[in-house]
Each structure stands twice: as C-alpha cells, then as structure tokens.
C-alpha cells in the first residue's frame, strides 16, 4: 500500500505543479499585454469621436502610421489631423524609449512650429480627447508593480484581473494614475476592459475595447478596432474607430522625424 500511496502523492503534486506552471506571472502577463499590438510597422485612419454630457458629438478625422525602432520592440508613432478645420494640420510623434524617457513632439500649424513635450506632460490630454499622452504612447510594465486581482469574464473571454501601481512617486506623477487595473485576455493578451484611478485613487477613466483583429498571423499581434474611453469624473467619453489597418507594409524612418511634422 505504500508504493499505491508515494504514486498518488507524485501524481498529485506533478498535477499541481503543472497547473500553477501553465498561468504566467503577473509581470509576464502585463509585458505580453503591451506587446500584443506591436507590429513591425502599420498604417490605418482612425476617427476620434468626442462626446460630452449632453450627447453632443464632435469627430476627428486622423491618419497615422506606426513602426517598431529597428532591433528593439519600441514603438514610433505619427497621427496626422485631417479634421475638423480648428485640429486640422496638427501633428504628433511619439517615440518609446526602453530604459528612459520617451519623446513626445507635437506640430501646431498655426505657430507653424514642433513643440517637445516632457515626461510631466504625459499626462495632458492628447489633443483634446479623452486619452492622455501616455495613454497613446503606452505604460511601460517595468515602470510598474503589478498583481494578478482574479479571474473574470468580459464577453464571453476569459481574463486575467490585473492590478498595476506606480513604482515611484516620479512613474505616478508623469502617468497621473495611482493605479491602473486592466481585465486581459488569458489567450490573446489584449486587455478588454480597464479602469485607472487618479492621484488621490478615485476612478478617473474607463477604458472598454471591441472588434479584436488578429492583425499579423505570422507574429500573432491582435489589434482592437474600438476602443472607447469615458472619463466618469467630467461625464466626457472619446470612441476611437481604426479604419484601413494595414500591418507590415514597410514605412520608411523619414516619416518618424521632426523634420517630417513640418511637411504640409
């Protein structure tokens, strides 16, 4: 009986062993997350739509293009305002930095002039939506504590809870966020839904993404085609819509320059 016993045992404790190896580490989970959109490069329009208390709409129109820095898997990315006549002609590049700070420039054609932001200005609205700087540009997970809160549906997926808070007072300061927790898909990574508190840790914004598109087969990269975003505190919301995504499609370095926001 004893050898039946030792068998059990080793079976059971193979069993349990496998079953906590098969869920990531939070850390793991919230790097898989932020990449899970990273494509090599891509093109889209995209339309911003702004929504007050009252219902009343304003749409922006944009175009834009990303690209990974050659040998890193940091991100460029330039938006173009098309529309309205007030945003039309505005520019931004932002440019991550693994290991330091990430550039921010905006192009404002009635000064006709590139402005460079600074790590504080993260936080700031990005071109009066809804979304900050750092929202657009993305939280590096290093830059972060995270935890995994629980398991929990949205939508019929499956998804990992995961609470994220500010290594230190500079990382809670630049974002404006006390906390940050995102439910993540447990098979594609890409996060459904999310909440973050502001720096006295009331809510602030909820985040809701729809429409996941497997974008690059090849690298398994996912991209939401909707995402919306409400700020509960002013009862304002911006939808963002992705239109013409095209992944891999080759950009060349010149459109990710300073240079390149002044061409009309």
Same mark, same amino acid.
């Given at each position: 009986?004893?050898?039946?016993?030792?068998?059990?045992?080793?079976?059971?404790?193979?069993?349990?062993?496998?079953?906590?190896?098969?869920?990531?580490?939070?850390?793991?989970?919230?790097?898989?997350?932020?990449?899970?959109?990273?494509?090599?490069?891509?093109?889209?329009?995209?339309?911003?739509?702004?929504?007050?208390?009252?219902?009343?709409?304003?749409?922006?129109?944009?175009?834009?293009?990303?690209?990974?820095?050659?040998?890193?898997?940091?991100?460029?990315?330039?938006?173009?305002?098309?529309?309205?006549?007030?945003?039309?002609?505005?520019?931004?590049?932002?440019?991550?930095?693994?290991?330091? #700070?990430?550039?921010?420039?905006?192009?404002?054609?009635?000064?006709?002039?590139?402005?460079?932001? $600074?790590?504080?200005?993260?936080?700031?609205?990005?071109?009066?939506?809804?979304?900050?700087?750092?929202?657009?540009?993305?939280?590096?997970?290093? #830059?972060?504590?995270?935890?995994?809160?629980?398991?929990?549906?949205?939508?019929?997926?499956?998804?990992? $809870?995961?609470?994220?808070?500010?290594?230190?007072?500079?990382?809670?300061?630049?974002?404006?966020?006390?906390?940050?927790?995102?439910?993540?898909?447990?098979?594609?990574?890409?996060?459904?839904?999310?909440?973050?508190?502001?720096?006295?840790?009331?809510?602030?914004?909820?985040?809701?993404?729809?429409?996941?598109?497997?974008?690059?087969?090849?690298?398994?990269?996912?991209?939401?085609?909707?995402?919306?975003?409400?700020?509960?505190?002013?009862?304002?919301?911006?939808?963002?819509?992705?239109?013409?995504?095209?992944?891999? $499609?080759?950009?060349?370095?010149?459109?990710?320059?300073?240079?390149?926001?002044?061409?009309?």
């Amino acid at each position: 009986m004893n050898w039946l016993k030792t068998l059990t045992l080793a079976v059971f404790l193979v069993g349990s062993f496998d079953a906590s190896a098969a869920d990531p580490s939070a850390s793991d989970i919230a790097q898989k997350s932020y990449d899970s959109s990273k494509v090599a490069d891509s093109t889209s329009d995209a339309t911003f739509k702004l929504v007050n208390s009252a219902g009343q709409e304003r749409i922006r129109e944009t175009t834009g293009g990303t690209k990974l820095i050659k040998g890193t898997t940091d991100n460029m990315r330039i938006t173009t305002f098309m529309s309205p006549s007030d945003v039309k002609g505005t520019k931004t590049l932002l440019i991550e930095h693994a290991g330091k #700070d990430d550039d921010i420039w905006i192009y404002l054609p009635a000064l006709k002039k590139v402005r460079r932001l $600074v790590s504080n200005d993260k936080k700031d609205s990005f071109v009066g939506t809804d979304f900050s700087y750092g929202d657009v540009i993305g939280h590096r997970p290093s #830059d972060w504590n995270h935890k995994i809160v629980k398991s929990e549906s949205v939508d019929g997926r499956d998804c990992f $809870v995961l609470e994220s808070t500010p290594k230190t007072p500079e990382v809670a300061n630049n974002s404006g966020y006390s906390k940050r927790v995102f439910w993540i898909d447990k098979e594609n990574f890409v996060p459904l839904k999310g909440e973050v508190y502001d720096s006295g840790n009331q809510l602030l914004k909820k985040f809701t993404a729809k429409r996941i598109e497997k974008v690059d087969a090849k690298n398994d990269k996912w991209q939401p085609m909707y995402t919306e975003v409400e700020n509960v505190q002013s009862d304002h919301r911006t939808i963002l819509e992705f239109k013409n995504f095209k992944a891999n $499609v080759g950009i060349g370095d010149d459109k990710f320059t300073t240079r390149y926001l002044e061409i009309q």
